[in-house]
């Protein structure tokens, strides 16, 4: 049986409501809420198995470990934070869990754009302040169907793909950007250049990874191009969109709004500007924290694990 380790624990089961039983079913399993960089060199000598969620591991640090580590585990979809040329120095596998929260980040992204359409937080806020003027006069905010109108995704692996499906259901047309265009059966859903995209959606949502051709590939020069009364939604790595660039853009209505479950770095400084903008919704990084995503978490870790262990890995990056 290998020896695993998982290096933070807590960033995962931060309620201790998960169960960890399929893994240590298959491997000796031990447990750190969480690990400093010189935690991590001590916790991972005589270890096969690393798993991490969302911990920086540098080319500097995966160099020192053991011989014995064969795999490296990213508990989730994103694996920026891994040295990967490093660890294929090291004759280390790495993979990642692809899949494990596909449904709850897509059932986010669809309400950020419930709630944009309809300006539900902005009417929250205006009540917190006694501000009743949508009760007592009129309407004074944006109200609209999400029927008829654009999204456009970045990005149709498996998350944005479920978004599609759920924006179709909803009556939307679909613009898609990827990097591997296909064809879709629908008529309504057509792949187009990422200016297309930008230019004629209502609604932007992000469902790429984080690469140095992806990071910063929202900025001003891209918003610029956006319709005045269109919205941006990122639930997917916060450096994917200049920050600095979105605010400006915010601020000066060059676009409507933003919903970000992500942001840069995480989490945000408590002075960022976007804590206080009426049309910017934040969540911190919640999209794949449902407990049944976090769940199938734990059961996807434990098939990569045993597929591993079997000759046979899967989901390697």
Same mark, same amino acid.
């Given at each position: 049986m290998k020896n695993t380790v998982f290096l933070n624990a807590s960033k995962v089961d931060f309620d201790g409501k998960l169960d960890f039983s399929p893994l240590e079913r298959i491997t000796s399993l031990s447990k750190y809420n969480e690990s400093s960089p010189e935690e991590i060199l001590e916790r991972v000598q005589n270890q096969n198995i690393i798993i991490t969620k969302e911990i920086p591991l540098s080319g500097d640090l995966i160099r020192q470990f053991p011989s014995s580590v064969e795999l @490296?585990?990213?508990?989730?979809? &994103?694996?920026?934070? +891994?040295?990967? $040329?490093? =660890?294929?120095?090291? *004759? %280390?596998? #790495?993979?990642?869990?692809?899949g494990y929260s596909t449904e709850a980040v897509a059932q986010l992204v669809i309400g950020f754009i419930l709630d944009l359409s309809s300006s539900i937080s902005i009417q929250q806020n205006m009540l917190r302040q006694g501000n009743f003027n949508?009760?007592?006069?009129?309407?004074?905010?944006?109200?609209?169907?999400?029927?008829?109108?654009?999204?456009?995704? @970045?990005?149709?692996?498996?998350? &944005?793909?479920?978004? +599609?499906?759920? $924006?179709? =259901?909803?009556?939307? *047309? %679909?613009? #898609?950007?990827?990097?591997?265009?296909?064809?879709?059966?629908?008529?309504?859903?057509?792949?187009?250049?990422?200016?297309?995209?930008?230019?004629?959606?209502?609604?932007?949502?992000?469902?790429?990874?984080?690469?140095?051709?992806?990071?910063?590939?929202?900025?001003?020069d891209n918003f610029?191009?956006?319709k005045p009364s269109s919205c941006i939604i990122n639930t997917a790595r916060g450096a994917i969109i200049n920050e600095v660039d979105l605010i400006e853009v915010l601020k000066?209505?060059?676009?409507?709004?933003?919903?970000?479950?992500?942001?840069?770095?995480?989490?945000?400084?408590?002075?960022?500007?976007?804590?206080?903008?009426?049309?910017?919704?934040?969540?911190?990084?919640?999209?794949?924290?449902?407990?049944?995503?976090?769940?199938?978490?734990?059961?996807?870790?434990?098939?990569?694990?045993?597929?591993?262990?079997?000759?046979?890995?899967?989901?390697?990056?």
């Open positions: @490296i585990c990213e508990a989730g979809t &994103g694996y920026n934070n +891994i040295d990967i $040329a490093a =660890a294929k120095e090291k *004759n %280390i596998t #790495v993979c990642n869990l692809p949508n009760f007592t006069k009129h309407l004074g905010v944006p109200h609209f169907e999400v029927q008829g109108k654009n999204l456009g995704v @970045i990005g149709s692996g498996s998350i &944005g793909t479920q978004v +599609i499906k759920v $924006a179709r =259901a909803l009556g939307m *047309n %679909i613009l #898609v950007y990827s990097r591997t265009p296909k064809q879709w059966d629908d008529i309504n859903i057509h792949s187009v250049s990422l200016e297309t995209m930008l230019k004629e959606s209502d609604f932007v949502t992000i469902h790429c990874p984080l690469t140095d051709k992806t990071k910063h590939l929202i900025n001003k610029k191009i956006m000066k209505g060059v676009i409507s709004g933003a919903a970000l479950d992500v942001q840069d770095p995480e989490p945000p400084s408590i002075e960022n500007p976007l804590f206080s903008m009426d049309n910017v919704i934040l969540t911190p990084h919640i999209g794949w924290k449902c407990f049944e995503s976090r769940q199938r978490l734990i059961d996807f870790l434990a098939d990569n694990i045993a597929a591993f262990a079997t000759g046979k890995p899967i989901n390697i990056v």
